[in-house]
T-cell receptor, first 119, second 112 residues
Framework: NAGVTQTPKFRILKIGQSMTLQCAQD?????MYWYRQDPGMGLKLIYY???????DKGEVPNGYNVSRSTTEDFPLRLELAAPSQTSVYFC??????????????????FGPGTRLTVL | DAKTTQPPSMDCAEGRAANLPCNHS???????VYWYRQIHSQGPQYIIH???NNETNEMASLIITEDRKSSTLILPHATLRDTAVYYC?????????????FGTGTRLLVSP
């Protein structure tokens, strides 16, 4: 298994540009998450998804959009890039099923991150 | 979720045990203690979690005090590759949505 993969690894955007950060997992996890990490800080949750077609906002959703059309993919869209969105973005996934709690890993697996700079 | 307090940094000699403390004095009865670590610029990595009993796995041991107000993560034989930021997180398990609240963690430096 490749686990959680993210592309690109690095990107520089100009103010006002848009881009999509890609995230994919091959572990058949139903939950997926997007976090951002500013220098010297902990991670903050942007959006999450509990399954295909279902997404919800986290702590810092402004300026971002997500979609979840398949179990495997969870792209993050920046529509009008701003310098405040300069950060490292991490995607994560986990497995949870209420009817089979004993099988739930209850652990989030993270991707390698995308380092985004907005100038 | 309860808040946690960790020292900002710690040093450890290679081969020695690294003991990382965490204070979570407002923890509730149904909240678990989780530990993750983040090696330079990589995505966080799960280490271990526990409720009230001590736990051990291939990576580390977790010691939780009887009153559950604090815990210690133990890396029994630290190596240079254990240099990382270690996050102690308290959260309710048995819920589908797992919001992990990352603080600033403890920066562990393992030296030769």
């Amino acid at each position: 298994n490749a686990g959680v993969t993210q592309t690109p690894k690095f990107r520089i955007l100009k103010i006002g540009q848009s881009m999509t950060l890609q995230c994919a997992q091959d572990m058949n996890h139903n939950y997926m998450y997007w976090y951002r990490q500013d220098p010297g800080m902990g991670l903050k949750l942007i959006y999450y998804s509990v399954g295909a077609g279902i997404t919800d906002k986290g702590e810092v959703p402004n300026g971002y959009n997500v979609s979840r059309s398949t179990t495997e993919d969870f792209p993050l869209r920046l529509e009008l890039a701003a310098p405040s969105q300069t950060s490292v973005y991490f995607c994560a996934s986990s497995y949870w099923m209420t009817s089979v709690m004993n099988r739930s890993t209850d652990t989030q697996y993270f991707g390698p991150g995308t380092r985004l700079t907005v100038l | 979720d309860a808040k946690t307090t960790q020292p900002p940094s710690m040093d450890c000699a290679e081969g020695r045990a690294a003991n990382l403390p965490c204070n979570h004095s407002t923890i509730s009865g149904n909240e678990y203690v989780y530990w993750y670590r983040q090696i330079h610029s990589q995505g966080p990595q799960y280490i271990i979690h526990g409720l009230k009993n001590n736990e051990t796995n291939e990576m580390a041991s977790l010691i939780i005090t009887e009153d559950r107000k604090s815990s210690t993560l133990i890396l029994p034989h630290a190596t240079l590759r254990d240099t990382a930021v270690y996050y102690c997180i308290v959260r309710v398990r048995n819920t589908g949505f797992q919001k992990l609240v990352f603080g600033t963690g403890t920066r562990l430096l393992v030296s030769p």
